[in-house]
């Protein structure tokens, strides 16, 4: 019998049949898995804590490259070695492995293999395999690789000391301190940064956003008075203050910053040390009252048995968002405190309290109360 195949089909078989070779030609047949270095900071001791799979049925002499690589820096380490992977699951030991190293630097040399610390930064870590070198067992085979992307942690000890944190101070130039501990720290110098914080930001958002009014690098001693070529330090701001460490001008990590502000004393003794109630109804918007803290109203209702009056606070002339805070008042004295700290006002400020009574049979139902805010904390 004399059976014949449709073109068509033998030409599907063919290519069905061409594509399961090249699948089985591209196969990977090493695997590099860098998982079992995370949560790991690399050192000259864990830095082959890679595994590497070969489903090869022999041995395989491969070269075995590494790059660690940080960004925005330029700092770089390198290494290479050759290597025979034997079928299975292959480990590497430190002991044994002879690499090539190549650094950017040699300050990072130096702290990388005789500190055993990475500077701060985040960095890829990349290992490449080379399969096949002269002396093994088949023809060559494809380039396998993996990376992992890591931080690391500012595991250097600096600690500010003082002024402490959130301290008020009195001179217009004080001395900064911090301390460092580490072997090497004879081998460091540091950087200091003051910056203003702003309205509505933390020291952290501050030091990293603000142009510095002081900053000064390549310190050696772990102290320094607010020099007087400086900017002049203002009454009342707040300042967040840090510092860096450096080896041999690599950053190794910075300080948490803290926070400080000058005050004057004499001005401090004549400021109330609380608020006093204002009478909503005598107030004739001449004065301007202090408001420590609190705001305390006194309000007498004498046209309704029930009223309403809306306190609204206007700083720099535009009232702040929000429908207002409703005071429900009686016939009669009604006294109420308002917390305006919450609206993080800056010492000294200058604010107002509009009050608006619901019912009025005056026609004129709305009054303006002026007031400067006192930070309750410069005053205890």
Same mark, same amino acid.
């Given at each position: 019998?004399?059976?014949?195949?449709?073109?068509?089909?033998? %030409?599907?078989? *063919?290519? !069905?049949?061409?594509?399961?070779?090249?699948?089985?030609?591209?196969?990977?047949?090493i695997? =590099? /898995? @860098?998982?079992? %270095?995370?949560? *790991?900071? !690399?050192?000259?001791?864990?830095?082959?804590?890679?595994?590497?799979?070969?489903?090869?049925? =022999? /041995? @395989?002499?491969?070269?075995?490259?590494?790059?660690l690589?940080?960004?925005?820096?330029?700092?770089?380490?390198?290494?290479?070695?050759?290597?025979?992977?034997?079928?299975g699951?292959?480990?590497?030991?430190?002991?044994?492995?002879?690499?090539?190293?190549?650094?950017?630097?040699?300050?990072?040399?130096?702290?990388?293999?005789?500190?055993?610390?990475?500077?701060?930064?985040t960095?890829?870590?990349?290992?490449?395999?080379?399969?096949?070198?002269?002396?093994g067992?088949?023809?060559?085979?494809?380039?396998?690789?993996?990376?992992?992307?890591?931080?690391?942690?500012?595991?250097?000890?600096?600690?500010?000391l003082?002024?402490?944190?959130?301290?008020?101070?009195?001179?217009?130039?004080?001395?900064?301190t911090?301390?460092?501990?580490?072997?090497?720290?004879?081998e460091?110098?540091?950087?200091?940064?003051?910056?203003?914080?702003?309205?509505?930001?933390?020291?952290?958002?501050?030091?990293?956003?603000?142009?510095?009014?002081?900053?000064?690098?390549?310190?050696?001693?772990?102290?320094?008075?607010?020099?007087?070529?400086?900017?002049?330090?203002?009454?009342?701001?707040?300042y967040?203050?840090?510092?860096?460490?450096?080896?041999?001008?690599?950053?190794?990590g910075?300080?948490?910053?803290?926070?400080f502000?000058?005050?004057?004393?004499?001005?401090?003794?004549?400021?109330?040390?609380?608020?006093?109630?204002?009478?909503?109804n005598?107030?004739?918007?001449?004065?301007?009252?202090?408001?420590?803290?609190?705001?305390?109203?006194?309000?007498?209702?004498?046209?309704?048995?029930?009223?309403?009056?809306k306190?609204t606070?206007?700083?720099?002339g535009?009232?702040?968002?929000?429908?207002?805070?409703?005071?429900?008042?009686?016939?009669?004295?009604?006294?109420?405190v308002?917390?305006?700290?919450?609206?993080?006002?800056?010492?000294?400020?200058?604010?107002?309290l509009?009050?608006?009574?619901?019912?009025?049979?005056?026609?004129?139902?709305?009054?303006?109360?002026?007031?400067?805010y006192?930070?309750?904390?410069?005053?205890?």
């Amino acid at each position: 019998m004399n059976i014949q195949f449709p073109l068509n089909r033998l %030409l599907r078989l *063919l290519t !069905i049949a061409l594509l399961s070779v090249c699948e089985g030609l591209n196969a990977q047949t090493i695997i =590099v /898995n @860098t998982a079992t %270095l995370e949560g *790991l900071d !690399i050192t000259p001791d864990n830095y082959l804590g890679f595994q590497v799979q070969s489903m090869e049925a =022999v /041995n @395989t002499r491969c070269r075995i490259e590494g790059s660690l690589v940080f960004r925005n820096t330029g700092h770089s380490i390198k290494y290479r070695f050759t290597h025979t992977l034997r079928p299975g699951l292959n480990r590497f030991d430190a002991a044994t492995v002879h690499p090539q190293w190549e650094f950017s630097s040699s300050a990072l040399r130096e702290l990388f293999m005789d500190h055993r610390l990475l500077p701060q930064g985040t960095y890829q870590y990349c290992i490449s395999i080379f399969p096949d070198m002269p002396g093994g067992d088949h023809a060559p085979g494809s380039k396998a690789d993996d990376c992992i992307y890591k931080q690391s942690e500012d595991l250097f000890s600096i600690t500010l000391l003082e002024p402490e944190n959130d301290a008020k101070l009195y001179e217009y130039n004080p001395m900064l301190t911090w301390v460092a501990t580490y072997p090497f720290v004879n081998e460091l110098t540091y950087k200091i940064r003051i910056a203003e914080i702003k309205d509505g930001q933390n020291m952290e958002n501050a030091i990293s956003r603000n142009n510095p009014v002081y900053s000064e690098n390549n310190l050696v001693a772990t102290s320094i008075i607010y020099p007087v070529y400086a900017k002049p330090l203002q009454v009342w701001q707040p300042y967040a203050w840090t510092v860096d460490a450096y080896y041999k001008g690599i950053l190794l990590g910075g300080a948490q910053p803290w926070k400080f502000t000058i005050i004057e004393d004499s001005l401090l003794k004549s400021l109330p040390h609380e608020s006093s109630y204002v009478d909503v109804n005598a107030d004739e918007g001449k004065n301007t009252y202090y408001a420590v803290g609190q705001a305390k109203l006194r309000y007498t209702e004498s046209d309704y048995l029930q009223n309403e009056l809306k306190i609204t606070l206007v700083r720099k002339g535009k009232e702040t968002p929000g429908p207002g805070i409703a005071w429900p008042v009686q016939r009669g004295a009604n006294f109420e405190v308002f917390d305006v700290s919450a609206y993080k006002l800056r010492h000294n400020e200058i604010f107002e309290l509009i009050i608006e009574q619901k019912n009025s049979r005056s026609g004129n139902n709305k009054k303006t109360i002026k007031y400067r805010y006192v930070n309750p904390d410069y005053v205890k």
